[in-house]
């Protein structure tokens, strides 16, 4: 709606209003000169409503809502503050401010999607098997695996399967470390925990207080005042994160080492699982 059309809007609904003669058009447009901010100013400091609910459903009505969230994150923080944090019905737990982050929201915050499948069913990221040298494998054998292989050559299928199941394991382990260091990041908090619900959906749990209160800071700095109720009405955390992503400076997906271009995971780690995968599958 352009601003000239609001203002046809607000001449109506408050033409309506005729119990009250400072909720009147004639004295929004004398004395205010059909300036939103400094009506619903005074309507705020002059206590026209008895509770600050209703001044805010009554900006809202006239088509006033964004310089009464403006008003409110100038002067009234806590109510913006509780006002969004409860709007959020979805996946933001207003009782102990955590956000919970399921597969679909962390394909959003990540710019490799796929290793979203962390809070898959199996929670397993790489479980693709390709075609491995075994004299790339034979390079981390022990000198008892080499022999066994020496002896028994058909053992090579199996070896490299171990060898794939090791890279895999690790390659998981070390993005899920990712994940959960680029969440810290993004949502300005150590507190993030994995959880797995009885029916075997797997969550992110986080606290969200202090992103809660940067994302109204930085919305609010950043955005125009016709643009804040977009925020506002947000239902969701999920909501939040596609409107704040590439848009406010800061805000970007992760990024991750793990299932880029030339990632190869932690040889130490990657031997120390083949060679536990060997011992038990091989012997």
């Known amino acids: 709606m352009s ?3 609001k203002k046809g809007l607000i001449k109506v609904l ?3 209003e005729d119990k009250n003669p400072v909720l009147g058009y004639s004295f929004f447009e004398n004395y205010f000169n059909e300036d939103c901010k400094e009506y619903i100013n005074y309507l705020d400091r002059n206590k026209v409503f ?3 609910e209703k001044l805010i459903e009554y900006a809202f009505k006239i088509g006033c ?3 009464m969230l403006r008003i409110m994150f100038e002067e009234h ?3 913006l503050y509780n006002e969004i944090r409860t709007n959020l019905r979805y996946d933001y737990d207003s009782n102990d401010n955590t956000i919970t982050l399921d597969r679909s929201d962390l394909m959003d915050l990540l710019e490799n999607k796929y290793l979203a499948d962390v809070l898959d069913e199996t929670g397993e990221i790489f479980t693709d098997y390709w075609d491995v040298d075994i004299e790339e494998v034979k390079d981390i054998m022990n000198d008892r695996e080499l022999e066994m292989l020496e002896k028994n050559p058909e053992l090579e299928y199996d070896i490299l399967n171990v060898y794939m199941w090791a890279y895999n394991q690790t390659a998981d382990e070390e993005a899920y470390e990712e994940i959960v260091d680029g969440l810290k990041s993004f949502f300005s908090t150590d507190d993030v925990k994995f959880h797995m619900a009885n029916n075997g959906k797997r969550f992110f749990i986080i606290d969200g207080k202090s992103f809660l209160h940067n994302v109204i800071h930085d919305w609010f700095t950043n955005v125009e005042d016709d643009y804040l109720d977009e925020l506002y009405e947000c239902d969701s955390v999920s909501c939040i994160l596609k409107l704040m992503i590439g848009e406010i400076n800061g ?4 990024s991750t080492k ?3 271009n030339y990632y190869y995971p932690d040889s130490k780690i990657l031997e120390d699982y083949f060679h536990s995968g060997f011992k038990d599958n091989i012997g």
């Open 14 to 16: 408050l033409s309506e």
């Open 65 to 67: 809502e964004g310089s």
């Open 77 to 79: 923080y806590e109510e």
């Open 251 to 254: 805000y970007e997906k992760i």
């Open 258 to 260: 793990v299932g880029g």
């Open 50 to 52: 008895d509770s600050f």
């Open 3 to 5: 601003p000239r059309d």
